[in-house]
């Protein structure tokens, strides 16, 4: 069957059940079984899917791939239980759609859990269709997308439900790195369930409609007594904010689809190709001044004269990638770091980025994390990285210790240090201490570092070295001569070492250039990047901070 929501034109039998004896008998019959294995739910369960304001696993499979490209797999299979009355119920399919199909004409493999079937509960026989699939999507190079909507093992199977939950996981984590995995949760996605979306590369999720969870409201209030609701408790809003476990909030299952095809035109099919490439925008030939265009000069206004003025990262980005297009990633989680994918010269590039808007830029538990999975993620797929700085440290405080700041912001030089795709780094103002190391530093393996005049690169910023350097001096001052003589120092202290000159007189910083050339700096890095290669040290794997 070629679409997922439309059987195979039946010839007409007039009703009367076709002669299995017969060449047409035998054909009217397979008809026929195509047929209920595209309507195995029910009419009411379809209903009830629908007024939830979901769709079905297969009118979510049309929509996501090209038209008329859906090859289905394993549609006639039916669960061999017999426990609890179950030989009386054996629907074709088994509660989930599995196949292969295109997206934007590329490959890619599918399965689609369905609710309106044993309420898209696994069983031994459904997970069998979908460790095929995602055989079938290793074997060949193509990335996977899972529909998770279903009720977790399905309790009539007993263990062996849990053990094909066992063969899916080893496989997210064995083709980890190897082609692309995402998932989608359009309903519920509870207990042993959540692992797989969780080992996976991303993770979408619709507000209101979707839930991920290990224990449910009631086991939490029978076990704690905490009092808490589904969407508080695994909504898409709560993965999105507040735990990380989700990568993208859609506000529908149409949105959701959406943002998955955009996704994968920055991905490539697998971790031994290229992410897909398009003519670049603006010319690329000539000198670097002779391509400036209008959005470029107003990168040279855009950094506020005070250093403590917030300004918003994005408006960098989007003047230095082509058309403005910037799919971010996790945006509503750990917002005082920007991560996400564009293209500049029309190839893909992941994007890392301060964000002096939200806690002044500051590296925190959650930040170190997203930033460093990303990274990890670019890496193991191709795709250079891009890293805009402006951090004046790492956030303080006794939350940020007690919960293990120094071993999760490891994480983040791990994936820097680690990484051997093409790595370009800007520094657009401030780059002090261990931060500064830790965002993409040539001292990390970066390739290329770029940083603009108000870039101020030291220590620590003016203020913490005076208190220091100046302490003596300081303390027989009061009032009004305290301050000019703190603001005095603390200026001298920018102009000596807070700047981007004394870093480049090292090396460390390989070009200060204008704002407005950074576009055609960064260009030509990557450009010339595009035949690195770099090999680490022979070994089974590294030992990353986890």
């Not at 520094?427 to 190391?437: E, L, S, V």
């Amino acid at each position: 069957m070629s679409a997922a929501t439309e059987p195979m034109a039946t010839p007409d039998s007039g009703g009367a059940e076709p002669d299995i004896h017969t060449t047409a008998g035998k054909l009217a019959d397979l008809y026929q079984r195509f047929e209920d294995a595209v309507h195995a739910g029910s009419a009411s369960a379809v209903e009830k899917q629908h007024a939830k304001g979901r769709q079905t696993a297969r009118e979510r499979i049309d929509q996501l791939l090209d038209p008329g490209s859906f090859v289905e797999l394993d549609a006639l299979t039916r669960h061999r239980s017999t426990n609890f009355g179950m030989d009386a119920k054996r629907p074709f399919g088994d509660g989930v759609v599995t196949g292969t199909g295109t997206i934007d004409g590329r490959p890619v493999a599918v399965f689609s859990q369905d609710a309106t079937v044993f309420g898209g509960a696994l069983g031994e026989v459904y997970g069998e269709k979908i460790v095929k699939v995602m055989d079938v999507a290793a074997k060949i190079g193509c990335p996977v997308v899972g529909i998770n909507d279903g009720g977790g093992a399905r309790i009539q199977e007993g263990v062996v439900a849990l053990g094909l939950y066992g063969e899916i996981f080893t496989r997210n984590v064995q083709s980890s790195g190897v082609i692309p995995q995402i998932s989608l949760i359009m309903g519920p996605c509870a207990g042993g369930a959540v692992y797989s979306p969780a080992i996976t590369d991303f993770t979408v999720m619709v507000d209101e409609t979707s839930h991920m969870f290990i224990t449910g409201p009631d086991v939490i209030k029978t076990v704690t007594g905490e009092d808490v609701d589904m969407e508080e408790l695994g909504g898409g809003r709560a993965h999105n904010t507040k735990s990380g476990v989700a990568h993208y909030l859609a506000s529908d299952e149409a949105d959701a689809l959406d943002y998955v095809k955009q996704l994968l035109s920055f991905l490539p099919s697998n971790n031994l190709s290229e992410a897909p490439s398009f003519p670049a925008t603006e010319p690329v030939e000539g000198s670097i001044e002779d391509g400036i265009i209008d959005s470029d000069r107003e990168l040279d206004t855009l950094i506020p004269d005070s250093a403590n003025t917030p300004y918003d990262i994005r408006e960098v980005i989007n003047r230095v990638v082509d058309d403005e297009d910037f799919l971010e990633v996790q945006e509503l989680w750990a917002p005082n770091i920007v991560i996400g994918y564009a293209r500049v010269e029309g190839r893909s590039v992941g994007i890392v980025a301060n964000q002096p808007t939200q806690f002044a830029g500051c590296l925190d538990i959650d930040a170190s994390e997203k930033a460093a999975r990303f990274v990890r993620t670019c890496d193991a797929f191709n795709i250079p990285v891009l890293t805009f700085v402006d951090v004046p440290g790492f956030l303080p405080g006794t939350e940020q210790e007690w919960n293990g700041i120094i071993r999760r912001g490891a994480k983040l030089i791990y994936a820097y240090a680690e990484a051997t795709v093409p790595k370009v780094t800007v520094i657009t103002r401030k780059a002090y201490g261990g931060a500064y190391d830790v965002m993409g530093s040539k001292h990390l393996g970066a390739d290329v570092n770029i940083a603009w005049p108000t870039a101020q690169i030291a220590v620590t910023g003016a203020q913490g070295a005076v208190s220091i350097l100046y302490r003596k001096e300081l303390k027989g001052l009061e009032g009004d001569e305290l301050a000019a003589k703190r603001a005095e120092l603390q200026q001298d202290y920018e102009d000596t070492l807070c700047n981007p000159y004394i870093a480049a007189d090292r090396g460390y910083i390989d070009a200060v250039v204008p704002p407005s050339h950074t576009r055609g700096y960064v260009g030509r890095a990557l450009r010339m990047l595009s035949t690195k290669r770099e090999q680490g040290p022979t070994r089974k794997h590294g030992n990353i901070p986890l």
